[in-house]
């Protein structure tokens, strides 16, 4: 005690505890002497855990305390004054748990630390990682690495659990850990002890929720699974065996029973590669605790004969060795004994004997603590009475605690035994005979799998759960998904059976888990373990006990029980926590009030001393007669002294001592959390006991549907299943309570279920009283009455007496009242959480959260009423106007709210003697006409959905008429009322009633309009256009408006926008077409109920067609597609339409003839000026008409022949012309023929001479065009489009301010029905919204901001521009693709691309008024005065000319330049050819040979070049090392677009260039043409430029004119000069 870690925690005197109070006893003696001690701590203590003779507390902080008989360290410490453990300081511990001599502890970070008695290897490695049986004086951290994931990764416990000489931990996965010596681990080994934690594979895949450690056996509590996965399971075991699915239940039975025996009960299968398999014995020279003597593995175990002597027997397979000194005979009665019916006074009387119960009243055997758990395979067998025979003769001491290997001759009689009694269907156990009528199929279920298999998640990819910072929760089981506790589990044992604390029904051992299947489906949620015997507690409060009841610590008289038993209680005891110690039991339950009551069951003898115990154990343990051990409690009795320990919070027993936890109530909080959980536990076994005496029956019984009726007996099984989900969350909720209570100080009062589940919950009692009051309106409750009556029997009057007070009536059950009751439960969540936020502060969150809660349940609660209250008045309603004629409006959902059956409501302008009988119901108004509402007859009627009725009062005229004007969607009428009161009335009904339905409060609105806007479903039913189509969207005061759906049974159906009872806005469209059985489809635009605007329309036929519609006709700019695919169409016509015809510029794709038809049309004819391509390469220009090309044209073949003449009758030649052959001669005559087949010519060849040839190729060249249709005609609709959408009548005629604002409203209108944009779209949508600022002056400062826009603007296809921009795009490949791609249609295609250029500058304009026109300067922005002179005079310098190809080139042609460039290829291609062979050729040549070959001064000749950072000379051989940097910057040409682009680049060139020469020359100098051009065509030659003749061609057509005569015309010059050289550079 010198030491100062080992000094008491709290010496001085502290001020008393509100909250963690500890209370210790011995469990032992008379309950009247049982005197509870304080346990007196500067702290709350968060948890308590009690061992063998010592015990752990755990205080806020984080901090343990120890005390009791330590014997690790030889010190005895008062309960009084614990012991802290200093070396814990700063870990944050959050679980303690005490085994029979030794402890553990868990960290906030999931880390074990473990000290106390290690000779079994329950704590583990020590220090130096060395097996050994030393005591490990302080705590130690043990380490646990799954090595089954990759890579390996350390576990992080959740839980800890301690026996006698294992340890059980559970892990972040719900997977279980063990380490430590027994066959009570469930592992797969037989070498003891088990110094490194290892998982239990057996329950791997299950879901371990709670663990339990009695002294050699352990208890889990496992989630259950799903009954497909328990079929699955089932199925894959029955083929691994090879079993046939076809053989009888006989069969199946013999069977299953020789499975059982093939798998033994202890749960390993026996091969004979077990032979040999040892595990060591322990001795211990301490006196409570001897550190083990270790022998070598492979060792055989030392078994006893009848003298004492040991003997070897090998563990071969469980076979029985013929030397044994037991003969067989012998050996069968002694089983038979120890298995046979023999009284409790006989066990007590037997001096010798292999019995646990025996044992655990002399030895000092304890279960200690409880935790998750997880599965053992295969572990050792320790027996008691071999122990103490092996102590007698071995040891002088005194008995030692620990155990040895069971003899296997008796477990392999047990064996024997259990199999010919699971064949004969008899019992190996001594109480359990009527529980073996269940089925072997059952029983095989709960037997494991083939243990070596391992883990099914064995080398998993590592997925492990991020640990938490928060406190770990041991004593609440896992939660589900909904974070409710899962009330499906079940319980699994393994280890050490003696006793029957297995509760298989047997005596048997079990090395490793299996399943108590008859706790099975009983709603487990807490299991507890004393050294030998059992505890479950239920949802439903109640308590299974079974094992050894030497001192009743079962709290019954049968002894011992092999099966779980259960506790039989008073009525209004509930009990809801747990714990077992060595000879007793403590239960925890609900009393008469509020408080907790402590209920005991066990030995009420006064102990002997622990001097007497220690040095007497092995005499008195032979000595004791039954008569001392009478003295014990039959049923659980009741503790007073609970009530001076306040409220207990959880309660713990260890060894010979109880603990209990306690809370003052500190202003009524402890009190109220109480008494919700206990209202919640009594209300889950009322709910029980109704579902178990009265649903259940009555569902089951075959004549329900018949008494019921079919619509009605739907309804009851509406109501069972509500019933069956607000019985499970009440059964989850009250769970969960009982946990928060067990650890009340560390749970926030804001993760109360009813806060953090409040929806789920309201939820559930809406469908449950939904069900409940349909059933109702039906009259179901009359026929229920009866057939309850008829057929529960006995039954009822249980049933009654489950009644609460005001729920019978005279004796006799009220079924209305009585499942209307559980709606009174919402008030009492309203009032305690209302109890609970007076415990706060106003301003703090845990006020706030439960206020907000109290007015949740408080509205739902008042709502529900009135719901009942309906339900009530409709059924009154219908009883009193029953008739056929009235049922047909009688629906489960349907409630009154008024009538008019006294005439207070008629019908305006009816006639005298006609009668008019309206009800309001919660989803319709119903008239009904010829009614007499006393007869319940009538002899029409309409119903008026109210989600599609307007109500609008009528402001009272002279007349004095009290009106009520009703719209609905094809009708309105005028209802009147007798008196004003009888309209507010009526009107005020309609409002709440139409609010109601419509999702609102229900409260009703002012005498006026509700809800003119808004969402329904209707079926029309007479309006011409709708007819039977039904609708489902928005609504405006009657009418169809805004977005909704509309379908016909014809199969048309319309989706997208409405107007005032039209089409209007982008729409969707299908229509079907019968004669081709597709349907027609259309996206796009709608304008008063007809298509108009842009749109794509599909038609059955599989013509595309996608452009402009006006009055549901294709007008203006539109492409169409003929063929079965779009994209393999026969034909493909993009231009102009008008009234669905085609007239106009439009270009026609026949690709089946492979012509190209690009001209006027007329009435859907060819008409007018047009050019036809083919693709034989035939070319014709001329004019058409009625579909034919007739007068004068022109044709031109593949090899250039030319013919200019007259056709008529399609590209029939008629008449004068002139045939000019590719060499230029010429034949002028009459002509008449087709070109294909053959020219009938009749006049006068000519040759003409040298200069006329080129002249006469000249002319014939300036002659094609002539027939064209001009460029700036050819897509005007394209433009007129554009205008519309910018509001524009015609091309800038409209107001700008309307044109930005359609603009913005467009980007709007796409941002918000496209939700699939990427982020970088909805970014530049989001800046095109933006109106710029339009009206300013367009200076030089501006400029950019407008370019910039315009950018964007073009990349949208959203924005008119951008769709613009798009649409010429997909005119112009149209045109110049494939057929299109003919060399004579270069000059129409670049005058194009010009008219564009011209029209989309005027657009631009329009936008922005202050560009200047085509080729205008633009101004500098004002000048400051104070600006100096040379400033000035540098402004002036930068002028900034403003062309239509400059601001818009760059926008347009990159993207035609495919199709433009090919045509510029194609015109050049012999020139093309010629061009790269003198590349090729010249470029053979090394650099000075080509340099002194182009006239290249050698002062210009370079010396160095230089590589990778070095320099290096040129010598005459080297090759492409000169003006290396002019040549790739030339090279770059091929990667531009515009002309302005491949200027710069020429630019750029130029300047390399220079900046190589000058360090030659050594000063600065000027370039002269005749120095320059050589030297640049040197680098033209090495750029091996493809097509140059083309790029030089496109820059030239092109180019800006303001620059065409500066110095970039000068360097473009250059380039055609060197282009024209190499053309015509000799080959000689």
């Not at 594979?201 to 002294?215: F, S, T």
């Not at 039989?568 to 403590?586: I, N, P, T, Y």
């Not at 569902?699 to 607000?726: A, D, K, Q």
């Not at 502060?841 to 009423?865: A, I, P």
Request: with cysteine.
């Amino acid at each position: 005690m010198d030491n100062p870690e080992e000094s008491p925690a709290d010496e001085q005197a502290v001020t008393p505890a509100e909250r963690g109070l500890l209370y210790t006893w011995h469990s032992v003696g008379p309950s009247k002497q049982v005197c509870p001690e304080r346990v007196l701590l500067s702290r709350p203590v968060l948890q308590v855990s009690l061992g063998e003779h010592h015990g752990l507390l755990l205080a806020q902080g984080g901090q343990v305390y120890s005390f009791g008989e330590l014997l690790w360290r030889e010190v005895s410490i008062p309960a009084s004054a614990p012991l802290l453990e200093a070396s814990l300081l700063g870990m944050t511990v959050v679980r303690v748990a005490a085994g029979g001599f030794h402890c553990g502890a868990l960290s906030e970070q999931g880390n074990v630390y473990m000290w106390g008695e290690n000779t079994a290897g329950q704590c583990g490695l020590t220090e130096r990682g060395t097996v050994t049986n030393i005591p490990v004086p302080e705590p130690y951290p043990v380490s646990m690495v799954d090595s089954e994931v990759v890579p390996p990764v350390a576990v992080r416990v959740m839980d800890l659990a301690c026996g006698r000489e294992h340890s059980l931990a559970l892990s972040a996965q719900n997977e279980l850990w063990a380490w430590g010596s027994g066959c009570q681990l469930g592992l797969v080994t037989s070498t003891f002890p088990v110094w490194k934690p290892q998982k239990v594979e057996h329950l791997a895949g299950r879901h371990v929720i709670q663990v339990a450690c009695g002294a050699y056996h352990s208890l889990a509590l496992v989630r259950s699974l799903p009954p497909q996965d328990c079929s699955t399971q089932n199925t894959v075991k029955k083929s691994e065996r090879g079993q046939s699915p076809h053989y009888s239940a006989t069969e199946r039975e013999e069977q299953v029973a020789v499975d059982d025996a093939h798998y033994c009960p202890l749960g390993v299968e026996l091969t004979e590669a077990m032979k040999g398999e040892t595990s060591p014995r322990r001795r211990g020279p301490r006196q409570r605790l001897h550190p083990a003597k270790l022998e070598p593995e492979g060792s055989t175990y030392p078994l006893t004969q009848a003298d004492g002597s040991p003997r070897a027997l090998p563990f071969s397979g469980w076979k029985a060795n013929k030397k044994s000194a037991y003969p067989d005979e012998l050996e069968l009665q002694s089983l038979l004994e120890k298995l046979s019916g023999q009284s409790l006074e006989t066990q007590h009387a037997t001096g010798t004997g292999d019995t646990d119960s025996l044992s655990s009243h002399t030895s000092d055997d304890s279960c200690v603590s409880s935790t998750p758990s997880t599965d053992p395979l295969t572990s050792s067998y320790k027996d008691d009475s071999t122990i103490r025979r092996q102590t007698n003769s071995n040891s002088g001491g005194s008995g030692p605690y620990s155990s040895s290997p069971v003899c296997l001759e008796e477990v392999r009689l047990c064996l024997e035994k259990e199999k010919q009694a699971l064949q004969g269907q008899k019992s190996s156990s001594l109480t359990n005979i009527h529980q073996k009528g269940k089925t072997a199929a059952s029983r095989r279920r709960s037997l494991p799998g083939t243990p070596t298999h391992g883990s099914p998640r064995r080398r998993r990819p590592c997925a492990c759960r991020p640990s938490s910072a928060g406190r770990v929760q041991a004593a609440a089981p896992e939660e589900e998904g909904d974070g409710l506790p899962s009330l499906e589990t079940e319980v699994w044992s393994w280890g050490r059976g003696s006793e029957g604390q297995l509760g298989h029904g047997d005596q048997l051992a079990r090395l490793q888990p299996l399943c108590i299947k008859s706790l099975t489906g009983e709603e487990v949620i807490k299991v507890a373990a004393g050294s030998h015997h059992s505890l479950a507690l239920t949802a439903q409060c109640q308590v299974y006990s079974w094992g050894s009841n030497m001192c009743g610590q079962l709290g019954h008289v049968n002894s011992p029980i092999t099966v779980p038993q259960q506790l039989k209680l008073f009525d209004d005891l509930r009990v809801w926590d747990l714990s077992a110690g060595q000879s007793h039991s403590l239960l925890l339950a609900d009393g008469d009030c509020v408080q907790p009551v402590l209920l005991y069951c066990g030995q009420q003898q006064e102990p002997m001393s622990v001097q007497s115990e220690s040095s007497h154990q092995s005499q008195s343990s032979c000595q004791r007669s039954p008569t001392k051990a009478e003295s014990y409690t039959v049923r659980p009795t009741l503790l007073p002294i609970c009530i001076e320990m306040d409220y207990i919070s959880s309660v713990c027993s260890g060894g010979h001592s109880c603990a209990a936890l306690a809370d003052l109530n500190v202003m009524g909080f402890i009190s109220a959390i109480h008494e919700l959980a206990s209202r919640e536990r009594w209300f889950y076994c009322w709910l029980s006991s109704v579902k178990k005496l009265l649903l259940t029956p009555l569902r089951n019984r075959e004549s329900v549907c018949p008494v019921l009726g079919e619509p009605c007996t739907h309804l009851f099984f509406s109501i069972c299943e509500s019933f069956v989900h607000l019985h499970t969350l009440i059964g989850r909720h009250a769970t969960s309570l009982s946990y928060f209570l067990n650890d009340v100080q560390g749970r926030d009062v804001t993760s109360l279920p009813l806060l953090t589940h409040t929806e789920y919950f309201l939820d559930i009692f809406k469908k449950y009283c939904s069900s409940v009051g349909d059933f109702q309106v039906m009259g179901g409750f009359q026929f229920l009455q009866k057939l309850s009556l008829e057929c529960l029997g006995h039954q009822h009057t249980a049933l009654t007496q489950l009644c609460v007070s005001d729920l019978s009536v005279g004796g006799e059950l009220d079924l209305v009242s009585m499942l209307y009751w559980p709606l009174e439960l919402l008030h009492q969540y309203s009032r305690l959480l209302l109890k609970l936020a007076a415990c706060y502060d106003v301003l703090t969150v845990e006020y706030q959260t439960l206020h907000q809660g109290c007015r949740h349940y408080e509205t739902l609660s008042l709502s529900l009423l009135r719901r009942k209250k309906e339900a009530e008045t409709t059924f009154l309603f219908w009883k009193t106007h029953s008739g056929k004629t009235t049922e047909v409006l009688r629906l489960p959902r349907r409630r009154v709210v008024c009538e008019s059956g006294n005439r207070s409501l008629t019908l305006q302008n009816a006639g005298r003697f006609s009668n008019h009988w309206f009800i309001l119901f919660n989803d319709a108004l119903v008239h009904t006409q010829g009614a007499i509402p006393s007869q319940s007859f009538f002899s029409t009627h309409h119903i008026y959905p109210l989600t599609c009725l307007w109500v609008k009062p009528v402001t009272d005229d002279c007349n004095g008429l009290y009106a009520i004007k009703i719209t609905c969607p094809e009708e309105s009428f005028t209802l009147v009322a007798s008196t004003p009161q009888e309209k507010n009335k009526w009107l005020r009904s309609l409002n709440q009633a139409v609010d109601q339905v419509l999702g609102g409060g229900g409260q009703g609105s002012s005498p006026g309009v509700t809800a003119i806007s808004r969402k329904a479903s209707y079926t029309f039913t007479g309006d011409e256009r709708f007819k039977d189509a039904q609708y489902t969207g928005g609504w405006l005061a009657g009418r169809v408006h805004g977005r909704g759906i509309m379908k016909w049974p014809d199969g048309r159906m319309y989706n997208g926008n409405l107007k005032n009872g039209l089409e209007d806005g982008y729409g969707e469209c299908v229509l079907p077409n019968k004669a081709l059985n597709k349907p027609d489809s259309y996206y796009g635009q709608w304008k008063e109920g007809k298509i108009n605007g842009f749109g794509k329309y599909k038609y059955a036929s599989g013509e595309v067609y996608e452009g402009c519609f006006c009055d549901g006709q294709r007008h203006g700019y539109g492409m169409l597609s003929s063929g079965k695919l779009a994209r393999n169409s026969s034909s493909v016509f993009i231009g102009h339409w008008v009234h669905d015809r085609k007239t106009g510029y439009g270009v026609y794709d026949d690709i089946t003839r492979g012509e190209k038809y690009m001209g006027l049309w007329l009435e859907d004819q060819r008409h007018g000026s047009a050019v036809v391509v083919t693709q034989y390469g035939l070319y014709y220009e001329g004019t058409f008409r009625e579909n034919k090309m007739t007068g004068p044209g022109l044709l031109v073949s593949e090899d250039d022949t030319f013919f200019h003449g007259e056709f008529s009758d399609d590209w029939t030649v008629s008449g004068k012309g002139v045939l000019s052959f590719a060499n230029s001669d010429c034949l002028d005559g009459q002509f008449s023929g087709e070109w294909n087949t053959g020219l009938k010519v009749v006049g006068t060849y000519t040759k003409p001479g040298f200069n006329e040839a080129e002249n006469k190729e000249r002319n014939s060249l300036h002659r094609l065009g002539q027939y064209v249709v001009p460029a700036g005609q050819r897509w005007i609709c394209v433009f007129d489009e554009c205008w519309s959408r910018l509001g524009c009548d015609a091309a800038g005629r409209g107001e700008r301010t309307t044109a930005w604002e359609n603009i913005a409203v467009t980007i709007a209108t796409a941002r918000r029905q496209s939700p699939d944009l990427s982020r970088s779209q909805s970014k530049a949508l989001e800046c095109l919204e933006l109106i710029p600022q339009f009206g300013k002056a367009v200076t030089t400062a501006n400029y950019d901001n407008i370019r910039r826009y315009l950018t964007k603007a073009c990349e949208s296809p959203h924005h008119p521009l951008g769709w613009l921009v798009e649409t010429l795009v997909t005119a112009y490949r149209m045109t110049y693709v494939g057929v299109g791609s003919n060399r004579r249609l270069l000059r129409q295609a670049v005058q194009e691309v010009q008219a564009y250029l011209t029209h989309f500058y005027s657009v631009v304009r329009f936008l922005f008024p202050g560009l200047p026109d085509d080729g205008g300067i633009l101004p500098e922005p004002p000048a400051c005065p104070s600006k100096s002179r040379h400033n000035c005079n540098t402004a002036e310098r930068c002028v900034v000319v403003v062309s239509c190809s400059s601001l818009l080139l760059p926008l347009l042609l990159p993207r035609l330049y495919p199709p433009l460039f090919t045509l510029y290829c194609l015109q050049g291609e012999q020139e093309e050819a010629q061009y790269w062979e003198r590349i090729l050729r010249l470029n053979k040549q090394p650099d000075q040979s080509l340099l002194s070959f182009l006239g290249v001064q050698e002062k210009f000749w370079p010396l160095w070049m230089s590589i990778l950072g070095e320099k290096k000379q040129i010598v005459s051989s080297s090759k492409d090392a000169c003006f290396v940097s002019a040549v790739e910057t030339l090279q770059q040409i091929s990667t531009t677009f515009t002309p302005s682009e491949k200027l710069m680049v020429i630019q750029k060139t130029f300047e390399e260039l220079t900046l190589e020469v000058k360090p030659m020359l050594h000063c600065d100098f000027l370039w002269c043409m005749d120095d320059l051009f050589p030297l640049f065509l040197y680098v033209v030659l090495r750029a091996r430029i493809r097509n140059l003749g083309a790029e030089v061609s496109l820059i030239e057509d092109l180019m800006d004119p303001n620059i065409q005569h500066g110095e970039l015309g000068l360097m473009f010059t250059t380039l055609k000069a060197c282009s024209i050289y190499i053309q015509q550079e000799s080959t000689t």
